[in-house]
């Protein structure tokens, strides 16, 4: 059973929005951190965003503004608006459990100009 299941991503236009979600295992109880990375084909992987268990939210640079991060329970998600060719990537959930980190299988992201 895989502790985190993305779902999502597709094609989308330039401009256009997408929302991603993530759903935690239940046997995931409690968390340090939640959020979202992002690689592209040739580049490392980045922090897209994050939320924390008090509800503290971090934004990547070039995301900021554009994409929101939210969760309820176990449910993670990411809005993305305004979508530019450049947010082209494989997005993978994230959830940090004190030393130990989970990772979704990736969901992909395509936006045509």
């Known amino acids: 059973q895989e502790e985190l299941v993305e779902s999502g991503g597709g094609l989308v236009q330039a401009g256009g929005s997408l929302t991603l979600t993530c759903v935690a295992s239940?046997?995931?109880?409690?968390?340090?951190?939640m959020g979202w990375y992002r690689q592209a084909p040739g580049k490392q992987r980045e922090l897209v965003a994050s939320?924390?268990?008090?509800?503290r939210t971090n934004y990547g640079v070039s995301v900021a503004g554009r994409f929101t991060i939210s969760r309820d329970k176990n449910t993670l998600w990411l809005q993305m608006n305004s979508l530019k060719p450049e947010d082209t990537a494989n997005y993978y959930c994230?959830?940090?459990?004190?030393?130990?980190?989970?990772w979704g299988q990736g969901t992909q992201v395509t936006v045509s100009s």
């Open positions: 239940s046997r995931i109880t409690w968390f340090t951190a």
């Open positions: 994230n959830v940090d459990v004190w030393s130990t980190s989970y």
């Open positions: 939320i924390s268990s008090s509800g």
